[in-house]
Nanobody, 119 residues
Framework: QVQLVESGGRLVQPGGSLRLSCATS????????IGWYRQAPGNERQLVVI???????TYADFVKGRFTISRDNAKNTVYLQMNALEPSDTAVYFC?????????????WGQGTQVTVSS
């Protein structure tokens, strides 16, 4: 059981920056990977970045060099720092955690936070 709560989404101008937060609780030590997805209206949910407990971090091509994932273990919180934002970044951003039981992967999701990039 993992609970995820996102916050920080808001309206921001193109070229601006924003930091999203994902507060984690529950059995957080069972998490194998944690990251961010996003979904724009009419589009499918897409991976933004994922950090695995083996130490690897994978970013989607459309955010490389602009977005950075980080964490504060003392606060059990994961962050997504977003710079040089573009209108195409407008979406609901979801925190995601992955756990495994045998060969079965389970995904845990936050409620989402809206990011709107517009002038």
């Amino acid at each position: 059981q993992v609970q995820l709560v996102e916050s920080g989404g808001r309206l921001v101008q193109p070229g601006g920056s924003l930091r999203l937060s994902c507060a984690t609780s529950g059995d957080i030590f069972s998490i194998n990977a944690i990251g961010w997805y996003r979904q724009a209206p009419g589009n499918e949910r897409q991976l933004v970045v994922i950090y695995s407990t083996n130490g690897t971090t994978t970013y989607a091509d459309f955010v490389k060099g602009r977005f950075t994932i980080s964490r504060d273990n003392a606060k059990n919180t994961v962050y997504l720092q977003m710079n040089a934002l573009e209108p195409s970044d407008t979406a609901v951003y979801f925190c995601n955690a992955k756990t495994h039981a045998g060969d079965v992967e389970h995904n845990w999701w936050g409620q989402g936070t809206q990011v709107t990039v517009s002038s």
